[in-house]
């Protein structure tokens, strides 16, 4: 009991990392129908940006490591990450909007192989050791003894889920995230209504890198390391968590991260963490052939 205890929190925690970048996919998807591929290495700029501020910028300033200057350092990486995304969008994807799906799809992932490359080229090819700031006292202790609930989780938690539900009232509740909706589902109409489709998609943009930014300042905190394949091993996790609860769907999104990190923390612990690839994108095609549209997507009307 207490080891399913542990697999649950593991994995809830996980999974909420994993739903922040999967957010990004799904908010770009929704309104233009691109797979941003990029998105991912953004998320690893955002751990170099920190690695590099811990390592460069705060010994220069005479500033140790710490989790308040993680904090500082919070909002300036999601800025720089919204710009990096909103700048992706402008040079590669916007001149691309009524070429055929393809140039696009190949656009982006040509950007994502740019900021690969800028990764390996600042960072090695080896992993990056990013100062380990987060408390780890035990919040939550098992009867036997065993911790449960860490504060580093909590820290997370606290970072993320706000976040979370900030991004879904944004979408749900304000005026620009009603035009980001209405560009979803019509952008010609929205345009004849008076929404500047431009930049509508040009914020969605901004969220979505301010988001991969905060994204990349956590996984950098809670591992302790950063390295230039993130974006790839995580993005493909957090792509495959948009796809898996709907994409396009914002609370799909978040859902399939977490429902994602249950189902690694347990394939992990009790089948083999060498299988877990094989459970999760097995798991991901018996939805998509039952469920094509994914747990909380819409199915689509016959002959659209």
Known sequence: MEQLLVVLSIGLFNGLIIALVAIGYTLVYGIIELINFAHGDVFMIGTMLLYFGFSGLLP?????????????LLPFIMLFGAGLNASIERVAYRRLRNAPRLAALISAIGMSFVLQNVGLILLGPSAKAVPTVLPTQTIVALPSGRSLIEMNEVIVAAVTIPLL????????????????RATAQDREAAGLMGIDVNATIR???LIGGALAGAAGVIV???FGQTLWSF???FGLLAF?????????????????GIALGLVKAFSDFYIDIRWTNVVVFSLLILVLV???SGLL???AAEGS
């Open 240 to 256: 495959t968590a948009a796809v898996f609860g709907g994409i396009g769907n914002i609370t799909g999104a978040a859902l399939g």
């Open 297 to 299: 997507g819409e199915r």
């Open 60 to 72: 220069a300033l005479g500033v140790p490591p710490s989790l308040l200057a993680a904090i500082l």
């Open 165 to 180: 539900i900030a991004l879904a009232y944004f979408v749900r509740s304000t005026r620009h995230g009603k035009a980001m």
């Open 220 to 222: 950098a905190l809670f």
């Open 290 to 292: 039952f469920r094509p």
């Open 231 to 233: 974006g790839f091993s």
């Open 203 to 205: 914020n969605t943009f």
